[in-house]
């Protein structure tokens, strides 16, 4: 993975909300085509960094950051930035499923909709948004029917899908699977190991074992400090670090 | 005293204390119903007034009443919707978005009749649109802003913050985004808030006073710069200005305006039951 070249590069980002602050000299290298998935206990800051890559955190009152991020050559936080079109190439899953009020069809073309004139584009594009999320199969006979009539695991998968429709180059998952059974946590995984191939993807997670399933490389955060990160299976065996060992192993957090 | 006494004279009072309330709406209404029947007809509601107003109908009162109303609407509620939008979703909290809305609170306090005379001033004479429908239209649609604006502001407020991150992070801009979710979300409470102003309107005298009602005008108005009757003004006019009205007319008259004003009333409670509950999230 590390061979791959360099996707997103985070450089000494420090994060406040307010007076909390929360992430602490950041220093981390995304690799296209890998799966980083980010573990860390509650409040290590693992929300906030992956809010910070996509510039959602600026809705925040109090947020200030320092520091760099740079995607696409460019810092994402330099005023030459279209954040929307930003937001469109790193893409986000949150950890709920929130699907939009509308139905299954509009959910996924929303964000389609004004930037593509061509309906039959959209169509085509929807499709096979559906179809890379696993989910097309059990939707495409009812995709005027509202999206709340999905079970929690669909709805996920809708959401996944919503964002693979605009083609993005990033995808942050932030916790995905929380609210899942184990058998649509296993199909989202699946989703996601596929999904390597033409996208890198960036999975927060509070299980450990799914980071072990799915992830290249493993970062683990503690108190908004980024504690190491290394080849996942490396970071399972052999970490460097105690504080590592002590959370894989489950002694806190 | 037994802790069971004591719980049913608690009870007795909290129930005498509610009757206390519902008695006199009660008392109103069958009062209202009673003496105002038998003068509704269907010529009451589309004659002239006859005779000095002591006979004919209210035709041009109701129909006053009906541009009045609608003229308000039409000014209030792009101008009372794109204020809440502003302070809902431009404005952060901060002194200066506190002191509108300590404003908009405070305009909700002021007394009818202060509007009115503030529209005299404005419209009627610094405008010199005269004593007409836009003059009156406009006063009332600044009285029921306030009505209007804490209403939406409530709709937008109850829109799940969530569903604003998810549009953002779709990379749609928050013009968009407000336009394409959050309006159509907060939409059953803006249209009641719509439909409660319009209600508070319809039943206003004082706002009418100076800047738009007909003591008599037994036509109907051909422009807006024209004058006009109004249900409550009219009640008004026949109730203290001129001697020897039928009682039934009066009572008939307040009839029409509180069957007007609840109906409006009601119809805005089951629109918003309606429409919440198709919406699910
Ligand atoms: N909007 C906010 N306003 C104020 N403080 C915030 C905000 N968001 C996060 N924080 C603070 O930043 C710190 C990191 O929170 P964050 O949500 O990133 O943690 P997390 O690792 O995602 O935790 P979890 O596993 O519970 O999701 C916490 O101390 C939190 O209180
Ligand atoms: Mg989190």
């Known amino acids: 993975m590390v061979d791959n070249p360099i996707n997103i590069e985070v450089k000494d980002l420090n994060v406040w909300f307010k007076d909390i602050h929360a992430l602490k000299g950041i220093n981390l290298r995304i690799y296209k085509n890998e799966i980083l998935s980010i573990i860390g206990p509650a409040n290590s800051g693992k929300t906030s960094f992956l809010r910070t890559l996509n510039r959602l955190n600026d809705l925040t009152d109090g947020f200030r950051m320092t520091g760099k991020v740079i995607f696409d050559g460019k810092d994402i936080y330099s005023k030459d930035i279209d954040v929307n079109l930003l937001r469109i190439k790193i893409g986000m899953v949150f950890a709920l499923p929130i699907p939009l009020p509308f139905s299954i069809f509009d959910n996924v073309a929303y964000g389609l909709q004004g930037r593509i004139k061509n309906n039959k584009e959209i169509n085509q594009r929807v499709e096979k948004a559906l179809k890379s999320a696993y989910l097309w199969e059990e939707v495409k006979d009812r995709l005027k029917e509202s999206a709340y009539k999905l079970s929690g695991g669909q709805q996920q998968r809708l959401c996944i899908a919503r964002t693979l429709a605009l083609e993005p180059q990033v995808i942050l998952f932030d916790e995905p699977c929380s609210g899942l059974d184990p058998i649509s946590t296993a199909k989202i995984e699946e989703a996601m190991i596929r999904l390597k191939n033409d996208y890198t993807i960036i999975l927060v997670t509070n299980n450990t074992k799914q980071a072990a399933r799915v992830s290249d490389r493993t970062a683990f955060f503690l108190s908004g400090e980024l504690i190491e990160t290394d080849i996942t299976n490396k970071i399972f065996t052999a970490s460097m670090d105690k504080r590592t060992e002590d959370y894989i192993t489950g002694r806190f957090g | ?281």
């Not at chain 2, 802790?3 to 519902?22: D, E, G, N, W, Y």
């Not at chain 2, 002194?95 to 503030?118: D, E, T």
């Not at chain 2, 306030?146 to 013009?175: D, H, M, N």
Request: charged share 15%.
């Open chain 2, 1 to 281: 005293m037994k802790p069971h006494t004591k719980q049913r004279i608690a009870f007795s009072f909290l129930f005498l204390c509610t009757l206390l309330v519902i008695l006199p709406v009660g008392l109103i209404l069958i009062i209202i119903i009673k003496n105002g029947l038998p003068a509704l007809s269907w010529q009451f509601l589309t004659d002239i007034p006859r005779a000095g107003m002591r006979e004919g109908g209210i035709f041009p009162a109701i129909i006053g009443t009906f541009y009045l109303v609608l003229g308000a609407i039409i000014f209030a509620l792009p101008i009372g919707v794109m204020c809440a939008i502003y302070l809902n979703e431009y404005t952060k909290e901060n002194i200066f978005s506190r002191l509108i809305r300590l404003a908009i609170i405070n305009l909700a306090g002021i007394p009818s009749v202060v509007y009115g005379l503030f529209g005299m001033a404005l419209f009627v004479m610094f405008f010199k649109f005269g004593t007409s429908i836009l003059s009156g239209a406009l006063t009332l649609g600044i009285m029921i802003l306030p009505v209007i604006i804490t209403s939406t502001q409530e709709a937008l407020r109850s829109v799940p913050k969530e569903f604003r991150e998810v549009s953002f992070s779709l990379g749609i801009s928050k013009w968009q985004t407000i336009k394409r979710v959050v309006l159509p979300c907060a939409f059953p409470g803006i249209i009641t808030g719509a439909i409660l102003g319009i209600g508070r309107a319809a039943g206003e005298t004082a706002p009418l006073l100076f800047t738009v009602a007909a003591f008599y005008l037994p036509r109907l108005p051909r422009s807006i710069f024209d004058q006009v009757m109004a249900i409550p003004y009219h009640l008004y006019v026949i109730s203290t200005q001129i001697p020897n009205i039928p009682e039934k007319i009066r009572y008939g008259t307040a009839l029409v305006l509180v069957i007007l004003v609840l109906g409006i009333n009601l119809f805005a409670i089951i629109l918003r039951i309606k429409l919440r509950r198709k919406q699910r999230w």
